[in-house]
């Protein structure tokens, strides 16, 4: 037993070396893998950038604000230039064109820092996927005491929109923390008259939303008055860190008819986050107009009535009046009507009873022309035509001989001057 134990401790003395070799390697090694860790640490924390989100599951319009934080172990002295990405679900804008500068504290060192406050505005339902946000920023390094120009990027961020279970019919909305409203009408009267005006001013505050993103109000009018709507007046005010929103619109009520109107009185919906839904109730206003409005279907009935009685009237004048000679003449000869041409021929003649006084009269002394021999040659067949033989033969003979060939054009240009 005792040998055993000598053996037992030589061997254990022999190995005491090695032992003692590997533990110090071991240690070496651990020191190495420290140094190296700090010295990845402080490469990283020499320029980093920490992202901020207020809400990653916000309802659609409402306001989220990103934050980017960017540190530098050192002090900024350049301009820090980025680039919002464009969304298709979703808006971005600057909450400033001017970073809040300060100072942080991280492992106990001290670095500059400058904050960017973006907003984000979602505008349909579902999922909206932020890429990174790309800083290049210049800054003096204290640990190499050389300036520096550096690319920093943000982590990209996923966000989900929804829609309020509780809004009737999917009217519009406002999504904020406080909302108010005020509502100014012109000086009341007594009594209204048809044609009066009156005037109302509807105003909405909204803080911490801008102007653009609060849904008009939409106001409608009874029967019997028409609304005339002034383009809306938008407002950003900033204050303190606290942004106000203000949306005032003119609306004119312009009266046509009698009777008792109310007027006004819509309401408003407002999402207040971690709360729900509120309606805001605009107060009703009371008019009554004295006198009445013509009804617009017996003032068509009576103007349809009246120019038909006119139309009449001069259907009736049209008839009974006497046109001149020379255009009874010419509708006698368009609708062939000959007997009624030679009566008028004779009335040209002053009711000379003798046709042959209005034939043309040939003198020994005047020259005979073409158009005096065609001229009497069309009035000798008119006659014989309206006063000559009665039988149909006789009749039939005379229209197919050679006069009757002459145009209505050359009748009324020989006859008819």
Excluded at 230 to 252: F, M, P
Excluded at 308 to 320: D, F, N, Q, S, V
Excluded at 337 to 358: C, E, H, M, T
Aim: with cysteine; aromatic share 10%; charged share 20%.
């Amino acid at each position: 037993m005792r040998n055993r134990r000598e053996v037992f401790s030589n061997r254990l003395m022999q190995c005491l070396p090695f032992l003692l070799g590997l533990l110090a390697f071991f240690q070496l090694s651990a020191l190495a893998d420290n140094h190296k860790v700090t010295g990845v640490d402080n490469a990283i924390l020499t320029s980093q950038i920490l992202t901020q989100v207020s809400n990653v599951h916000p309802v659609v319009g409402e306001q989220v604000v990103l934050r980017f934080e960017l540190l530098v172990n050192g002090f900024f002295n350049g301009g820090t230039k980025f680039e919002l990405p464009s969304l298709s679900t979703a808006r971005l804008s600057r909450a400033s064109s001017f970073a809040i500068n300060g100072s942080k504290q991280l492992a106990g060192i001290t670095y500059s820092s400058q904050l960017w406050e973006v907003y984000l505005y979602p505008e349909q339902r579902g999922l909206i996927e932020l890429p990174s946000v790309r800083f290049d920023i210049k800054f003096m390094d204290n640990a190499s005491q050389k300036p520096k120009t550096l690319s920093l990027l943000s982590e990209p961020k996923v966000f989900y929109a929804y829609m309020p279970a509780d809004i009737p019919n999917n009217e519009s909305y406002i999504v904020a923390e406080q909302v108010s409203i005020d509502d100014q009408w012109s000086e009341p009267k007594q009594s209204y008259q048809i044609g009066d005006v009156i005037e109302r001013e509807i105003t909405i505050s909204v803080v911490n939303l801008p102007a653009m993103n609060i849904p008009r109000l939409k106001v409608a009018a009874p029967k019997g008055v028409k609304l005339v709507a002034q383009e809306a007046k938008l407002r950003d005010k900033h204050n303190r860190g606290e942004s106000i929103a203000i949306v005032s619109q003119t609306y004119r009520y312009i009266i046509h008819g009698g009777g008792e109107y109310v007027l006004g009185g819509e309401k408003l919906n407002w999402w207040q986050p971690e709360v729900g839904l509120h309606q805001l109730q605009y107060p009703t206003y009371n008019i009554a107009v004295t006198g009445s409005a013509v009804n617009s279907k017996w003032l068509l009935a009576t103007s349809v009535l009246v120019l038909a009685i006119a139309g009449l009237m001069l259907l009736h004048k049209y008839r009974t009046l006497k046109f001149p000679q020379r255009a009874q003449l010419t509708q006698a000869l368009l609708v062939r009507d000959w007997r009624g041409f030679i009566n008028l021929l004779y009335q040209r003649g002053d009711k000379v009873s003798a046709p042959a006084q209005i034939k043309p009269h040939i003198n020994d002394k005047q020259p005979v022309t073409d158009e005096l021999i065609n001229k009497h040659l069309a009035i000798s067949r008119l006659f014989e035509h309206c006063f000559g033989p009665r039988s149909a033969e006789e009749r039939d003979d005379i229209e197919a001989q050679p006069a009757d060939e002459l145009s209505l054009k050359k009748l009324f240009r020989y006859v008819v001057k």
